[in-house]
Structures are given as C-alpha cells and as structure tokens.
C-alpha cells in the first residue's frame, strides 16, 4: 500500500474549491512518457498552475501503472528541484472501468480517481460510483463520476454518438453517490476528430463545430450551485499543428476540437477541470515530423524528443494562461 500523501502528492478536493470560487479550470493532461511528464511539470512549474497528471487505462498498458506511479513522484520532486517550493500536483485515474481498477489505484498512490459508469443504466451506476466513494474516501482520495455520455474515442473508450447529461438527475446522482466532482456531456468529444465535417458549419473557410450545449451546464450549475464540473474531451485540435504533420508526410483528415473561446467561458463557470490529451499526441507528432523531415540523417532519440517536449510545454502553458487560467493559483507558490 503506497498512500499519495507520502508521494507529495495532492486530491483534488481544495484546488477545485478554489477553482470553482475563482471562475478558473484546472487542467488535466494526460501523460504516458516521461518526455510529456517533464513537459508538464516545466509548464505547472512555470506558471504556478496547479494541475492533474492523469492516467488512462491505455497508458498503463503502455508504460506500467508503477512507472507511471513513480514518474509522478518524480514529477513533485523535479517541480521543486525546477524552484516550485509546494506544487500542487494531483495524479488521477482517467476513466476506471471497475471498482478493482479504482482500488488498484488508489492502494498504490493515485490521489484521485475517475469511476465511469456512464454506460450502465442509472441506477447501475450510482451503486458502482458509490462503492468506489466509499473505499476512495478512506485514503481521503477524491473521486470523479460521469453521467451522459461522450461521442468519439479514446484509449480504451469509444462510442459512437453522444447523450447529454440530464440536469434533473444531477441532484440525485451526486447525493446518492457521494462523487467529489462529476463529468457531464455538453457536446465535447473524444479524440482528434471530434466532429465530421458536415457537422460543422464553414466560417471564413476554417469548419466550425456546433456549439457546447452552455444552457444544459447552466442548467446544472443552478442544480448544484459550486459543484466541481469536469470536461473531457476538451482538446481544441490546433490547425498549425495538424498542417504541420501533413506537411511533413503524415496524413490527418478532417481533424476537429472544441474551440478555445468556448473552453474559455466554461472556464468561468463551475467547470474546474478540463481534460486535454489530444493536443498534446499532435504537438508531440508536429515536432518529430519536422525535425526528422529537416534532420534526415539524425537518429538519436534525444535529438527529436527535445523539440517534441518543447513543443508540448508550449502548448501547456497556452493552455493554462489563455484558455483555463489557472496561472499564478497555487495555494503557496
Ligand atoms: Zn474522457
């Protein structure tokens, strides 16, 4: 048993009360290298963000949940070492499937953990939320539920069309389950190709998704006013990006996110936490492109995983200063 306060590592209970308060999100990259991990930690570090290095299934089939475990301490460790004296780092479970996942998880040091029973009936999924709450709880673990459900794919996730969340049953759920923040569908996707093109409408010759369904999340904040809200399915899916990959040979169609003025004004609202994945896989890929497509003769990983991790703080402090902004919110910096 490794418990996440002997890791220094933090739940997300205090930082998302204060994100709520504050009209602020706390971003949630998900990471599954140790190149994303520094990257994290450079941007966290830099702009005095607290943040959530999440974990999916797939990544740890990947790279092993004790790896990922221990990349995490490192993570507290190096922001310090970086000179941030109390990072606020939490290390969270994205997507557990099952209550043995979640226990898994939480006896060996994640500090937070998602429990999606989105796909069960209702009732189904309060009893699974709820057994998980319980068990979490006693570590002092903070625990994230969803209700609706998201379109697209990711990782081990996937279906195919998407159902809002029902703002009369929020109540319900959340009192029932015990859940310390709770995931809804308003229209964001999973993946990099969140919408197809004729879902869009042409503006100015660039696509433009129908918008997040704001008067559902209005809806739900009346319900459970200062609640914590969570978004996944939030990359944006930059254009300078996706034309980088193409550019240099690869071959990304139709790639769609969510507008960044949009994560913006749920920012202010009581979403105070936004999960971004793809964002980071397209500027990691855009950098190794360019770099071997440049550097043909270069073979060292060192030499194209450098601007790769580059790249990625780039986008992470974007993120965290001009759409989430959460900069400069650390409890103690
Ligand atoms: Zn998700």
Known sequence: MVNYKDLGLVNTREMFKRAVAGGYAIPAFNFNTMEQMQAIVMAAVETKSPVIMQVSKGARNYANGTILRNLAKGAVEYAKELGCEHPEIVLHLDHGDSFELCKECIDNGFSSVMIDGSSLPYEENIALTKKVVDYAHQFDVTVEAELGVLAGVEDEVSSAESHYTKPEEVIDFSTRSGCDSLAISIGTSHGAHKFTPEQCTLVNGVLVPPPLAFDILHEIEKKLPGFPIVLHGSSSVPMDEVNTINKYGGHLEAAIGIPEE????????????????????????????????????????????KPARENMKKMYIHKIVNVLGSDGKLAQC
């Open 262 to 305: 949009q994560l913006r004004e749920a920012s202010k609202s009581a979403v105070c936490k936004i999960n971004i994945d793809s964002d980071s896989r397209l500027a990691m890929t855009a950098a190794i492109r360019k770099h071997l497509a440049e550097h043909p003769g270069d073979f060292d990983p060192r030499q194209y995983l």
